[in-house]
């Protein structure tokens, strides 16, 4: 692949906007180190090549998946550099929270930059609001460290139901099912980190949320599914002990089940 | 490595698969023929011995090429951790790290177990494989082994992905590829405490997607069986 070849391709405007994020980004250190500015263009080239291959747009149906994961993004990031800024991470913690959050911040530059090039229109950038209308107490004050790894947890396995239920959407086009592929299993490690880190098993036991929020309990509906494959399926207790069954297969969400989740914390 | 020539094997023979494995990269062994007779079910303990190239199993092609190749993916991740659970690294570790590879042990038979079922018939035999470079008495070993196989899993179903045509397959792939994520994070996390992707994940966070000829290569040595995976599709 020629990186400059496909980067040349891009909106010269584009190009410099997700240049200039990264380079925000970068400039405030959290991702000091662990950026490889030489190895941008040729992840970013991948979806532009994709994109461009096809006539320069991308069906309505896939932009309306990279739309839908884009506003998730949104949350994500926001929330992680929210909680970066305002000094609730104590400073043990914060080397997951900051790859954690430079992640983010990358997944929604991507988006951006799929979206862009294929010929849609961004999504709009909500405006978050992280209590939920007051549901709960708010997570960047430092009390309520808590509040603010629960509520990570809680969007890291949204996330990775949300990407996994529209894989199926995205099999017309390889190279945005693989990149959609690439970004849902470490939005998976950031779910066992932070599980982990709460004390949580990495992996989901049955449809137990571990949050004290019945609001969340739609984040872990169905995760205690034990029938795998195509219908009728296959039990799968047989083969292990039972709570195993449940935590070897994540689950799926509908993008209905994931707005709805998500539209809690959205200022209308 | 269990490999070995067959009895009677010429040096021409043992030429000619060294150049097919070079030539052919898919053709993973030149000499791990004597599971396959097992497996295949054509030779028994006397040792009667196949002709050249009857000991390979093959994936086949297709969704089920693919999902053969998951099989022995989740052959080769249950083998290991069954082992782990058997050394003596895992018999004094913490609680808290018994717990986690257990549950990484059961998990990865659940999915063996699993593809096994809904291959049927289709399904490859068991595989040999080995794990005499890893040292079952050896924190660092161990976890180090378990780090690349739960690496090297994820970036496997990220490749594969885009290989299989019918939903359910992929939908499939998907729920067992971020467990295996899941099981990745939590053995870096023992390794280096915070370290859950480390630069396994790039600039653009996005994790590995590597073709079945990249990860069955980087498995190699750890499987015994020949694989022939010549018919699976590549894009």
Same mark, same amino acid.
């Given at each position: ?268 | ?14 030429? &000619? ?20 007779? *097992? ?5 028994? &303990? ?154 396994? *994940? ?12 990249? *990860? ?20």
């Amino acid at each position: 692949m020629k990186d400059t070849t496909i980067f040349g391709s891009l909106d010269p405007e584009l190009t410099e906007r997700v240049l200039s994020r990264r380079n925000a980004v970068a400039e405030t250190g959290k991702m000091a180190g662990v950026l490889a500015v030489a190895s941008m263009p040729v992840a970013f080239g991948l979806l532009a090549k994709s994109a461009f291959a096809q006539g320069t747009t991308l069906p309505a149906d896939i932009l309306a998946v990279l739309n839908f994961a884009l506003t998730l993004e949104y949350l994500e990031d926001d929330f992680y550099q929210a909680g970066i800024d305002s000094g609730v991470i104590p400073a043990q913690d914060l080397p997951i929270f900051d790859s954690i959050s430079a992640h983010e911040s990358a997944h929604v530059a991507l988006l951006e930059g799929a979206i862009t090039t294929g010929g849609g229109t961004l999504a709009p950038h909500p405006t978050f609001d992280f209590t939920a209308n007051g549901l709960l107490p708010d997570p960047f004050v430092s009390p309520n460290y808590p509040i603010f790894q629960a509520l990570s947890q809680g969007f890291e396995d949204t996330g990775v139901r949300a990407y996994k239920g529209q894989a199926g959407a995205l099999m017309s086009n390889d190279a945005i099912l693989t990149t959609a592929l690439q970004i849902h299993s470490v939005e998976a490690r950031h779910a066992s980190a932070v599980r982990r880190l709460r004390g949580q098993k990495g992996w989901i036991t049955g449809n137990v949320s571990g949050i004290e929020v019945p609001e969340f309990d739609p984040i872990y509906a169905g995760e205690e599914n034990t029938t795998q494959g195509a219908a009728p399926g296959i039990n799968t207790t047989p083969f292990g002990p039972a709570q195993s069954a449940s935590e070897a297969f994540d689950e799926p969400l509908t993008m209905e089940q994931v707005n709805t989740i998500a539209r809690l914390f959205i200022v209308p | 490595m269990a490999t070995r020539l067959l009895e009677g094997e010429g040096e021409l023979n043992f030429l &000619d698969r060294l150049a097919r494995t070079t030539g052919r990269r898919t053709f993973l062994h030149w000499a791990g023929l004597t599971i396959g007779v *097992v497996a295949l079910g054509c030779g028994d &303990d006397n040792g009667t011995e196949p002709p050249p190239g009857d000991g390979e199993v093959n994936l086949g092609s297709g969704d089920t090429g693919i999902l053969n190749y998951a099989y022995a993916l989740e052959q080769l991740e249950a083998a290991f951790y069954t082992q782990v659970l058997l050394g003596a690294y895992f018999t004094g570790a913490p609680a808290g790290e018994k717990e986690i590879l257990t549950d990484i042990k059961n998990h990865e038979v659940i999915h063996r177990e699993f593809l096994k079922a809904a291959l049927g018939a289709a399904a490859i035999a068991n595989l040999e494989v080995t794990f005499a470079t890893v040292d079952m008495a050896n924190r660092t070993q161990v976890l180090g082994a378990a780090r690349t196989f739960e690496d090297l899993g994820v970036s496997a179903y990220n490749g594969a992905g885009k290989l299989l045509t019918v939903a359910d397959n992929l939908l499939t792939a998907g729920k067992i590829v971020s467990v295996e994520a899941r099981h990745a994070a939590a053995i870096r996390d023992l390794i280096v405490p915070f370290s859950f992707a480390g630069d396994v *994940v790039d600039a653009m966070g996005l994790d590995k997607a590597n073709t079945p000829t990249a *990860v069955l290569t980087a498995a190699d040595s750890f499987i015994t069986t020949t694989i022939n995976a010549s018919q699976l599709p590549t894009a």
